[in-house]
């Protein structure tokens, strides 16, 4: 479990409070089924799960040998038990089947566990498209390892529904047109997805929820345009987010070609920009897989506040050619710093190919961190503004980390030992240290960073964090970080107070450098919204206007040798924070 008393992951230990009465386990930490499992072990007579945000949703799980009822409360409902219960009064529950509701299932609705956009890397749109995955009836293996054996089919649901659906449908594509390339088979699914898909809230469902929209395999299979990708863009793509699979010689083979690195130049069906101040244009291009030539006229569905010019407006495009046409998006009114969505289609006496418009107008676009180093130096770095009006640029920190060393014999490293599942649990134990950390509150940045060269070997560790706002009983998933290495990072924006428990994971140790397990010693830094250390300034314009770009000077001094200083400078608007530059400085 998240290493709460509460969220039934492990057995249970106060069995004697259990037996014979309902469990109350709040969500999180491991699946439905284990809750409900260790609840049974522990002789409850059924169990309620209370969400821990939000409305209760639809728990899914494998039953085989549970053979005692589990339902779900929203948050609101679940902590006002919670409270009765830490007053000392007695909770009666009564399950009836006369309580039942009938609801009735329309379908066409996004399931509430659907990984939601935008994606990990900027100017991606995430996610592509959404399938069935509520409730899906189908064959299943009858000799599964989890899961009681024999068994010829089952009845799910989980994005491992949706996702076969999806695979499935593109290798009948694929069979269908064995020249098109998985880039050309992921076009069609997406340009010609409907998106006839509602919120279970009945709220106004984005790109965000569900992406193109719901795939319609019957139409994919005629697309009439695909967005196809070439090696060449594959590969700046891999360079610009630093990926091992390209080398650096290809890298700057392209840079010296003068070609894009930027992920929004890639040919994808959609077009996606997180940092637009004032205008900015792309360019894609559509091949027509048709055996006719087709002319197709674009229809613009605008994003508030946003102008879209489509040139050329007509494309006429032979059999098996290519035409190129440019976006052009410019903010025009509304609130900065937050998305807005269209799209634009191109249609034709046959087709429609949609592609979705994701946009994000920012009032400050700034780098996300700079890199130096020196116990005093300067720094220049540019400033693109998307408003007029005031402007400040402050100072936070710069702050030295806290070493996070073995407790018992502080200046040492920590002992972990590989994890012979290889399967992390948030509770120490073998393979698992747990690392707890108070983080005051007002705070605007927390990082905790394991290194490579911290450890003892080449070893894979993996790190997860859990925040605690209260005490350790009550705690939830705030980030993980699982790379092929040791090096691990996670960040939080402006964190919560309370404790964070830092789990590190010994997922595979090297175990001929430094013997058997790692040792490792990892760090953690935070800074305070007002915490001007005095070992940093920080000088900018004092006024900025709309489409400008203006230098931020950042000068330190007197740092300490042998460590890594963290701090951050703040751009700060007449709207207040509005986004952090973070300067790490080694000495």
């Not at 559509?286 to 050329?312: K, R």
């Not at 960040?491 to 830092?502: A, C, E, R, S, T």
């Not at 915490?531 to 940093?536: R, S, W």
């Amino acid at each position: 479990g998240t290493g709460t008393t509460m969220d039934g992951c492990q057995a249970l230990t106060n069995s004697a409070d259990i037996s014979g009465n309902i469990a109350f386990i709040q969500r999180g930490g491991c699946d439905f089924d284990v809750k409900v499992a260790n609840a049974e072990d522990a002789g409850a007579v059924a169990v309620v799960v209370f969400n821990l945000s939000g409305s209760p949703i639809v728990m899914t799980g494998d039953s085989v040998g549970i053979d005692i009822p589990a339902v779900m409360m929203g948050a609101a409902d679940g902590t006002m038990l919670l409270d009765e219960i830490n007053n000392g009064e007695t909770v009666e529950m009564v399950l009836d089947k006369s309580f039942f509701l009938t609801v009735t299932d329309t379908g066409n609705i996004m399931a509430s566990f659907s990984s939601r956009g935008p994606g990990t890397v900027q100017d991606i749109l995430k996610p592509d498209v959404t399938a069935p995955g509520i409730n899906i009836l189908a064959g299943h293996t009858p000799d599964a390892i989890a899961t009681a054996p024999g068994e010829s089919f089952q009845f799910l649901s989980g994005t491992s529904m949706s996702t076969p659906h999806v695979a499935g449908i593109a290798a009948l594509l694929k069979q269908g047109h064995p020249d098109w390339s998985p880039a050309a088979v992921k076009s069609a699914l997406m340009t010609t997805a409907r998106q006839d898909v509602a919120m279970p809230d009945e709220s106004n469902i984005v790109p965000f929820d569900y992406g193109s929209g719901h795939i319609e395999p019957n139409t994919a299979n005629d697309p009439g345009l695909v967005y196809d990708v070439t090696d060449e863009e594959y590969d700046t793509f891999s360079c610009a987010i630093g990926s091992p699979d390209v080398s650096q010689l290809r890298c700057d083979e392209l840079e010296a070609l003068g070609v894009s690195f930027e992920p929004a130049d890639v040919n994808q069906p959609n077009i996606s920009l997180s940092r637009l101040t004032t205008t900015r244009t792309v360019t894609r291009r559509v091949t027509n897989i048709t055996e006719a030539a087709e002319t197709y006229n674009v229809e613009i569905e605008l994003p508030p506040g946003v102008d879209v010019q489509v040139t050329p407006a007509s494309l006429t495009v032979a059999p098996g050619q290519t035409a190129e046409y440019d976006v052009t998006l410019s903010f025009t009114s509304g609130p900065q710093d937050i998305y807005r969505f269209g799209a634009i289609t191109w249609v034709s006496t046959d087709h429609r190919v949609r592609s979705v418009i994701s946009i994000q107008p920012l009032s400050v676009d700034a780098p996300g961190e700079i890199f130096s180093f020196g116990g005093s130096g300067s720094v220049t770095f540019p400033v693109d503004f998307g408003y007029s009006g005031p402007y400040t640029p402050g100072v936070h920190g710069l702050r030295t980390p806290l070493i996070v060393d073995d407790e018992d014999n502080p200046g040492n490293p920590n002992f972990i030992a590989e994890d012979p599942d290889r399967t992390f649990t948030p509770e120490e134990g073998t393979g698992v240290n747990a690392h707890v950390i108070i983080v005051p509150d007002n705070e605007a940045f927390l990082r905790f960073a394991l290194f490579d060269e911290m450890t003892d070997g080449n070893d894979d560790l993996d790190m997860y964090l859990y925040y605690c706002p209260v005490d350790l009983n009550n705690c939830f998933a705030a980030g993980v970080s699982g790379g092929e290495t040791s090096r691990e990072q996670i960040d939080i924006f402006l964190p919560g107070g309370g404790l964070y428990v830092m789990f590190i994971h010994g997922f595979e140790t090297d175990n001929v450098v430094g013997g058997p397990g790692a040792e490792y010693t990892a760090l953690a830094w935070s800074f305070g919204l007002n915490e001007d250390l005095g070992n940093m300034t920080a000088t900018g314009p004092a006024f900025v206007t709309a489409g400008a770009t203006e230098d931020v000077i950042v000068n330190w001094t007197g740092l300490g040798p042998n460590t890594i200083y963290l701090g951050g400078i703040s751009h700060n608007t007449p709207e207040g924070l509005i986004s952090l530059t973070l300067i790490n400085i080694g000495n």
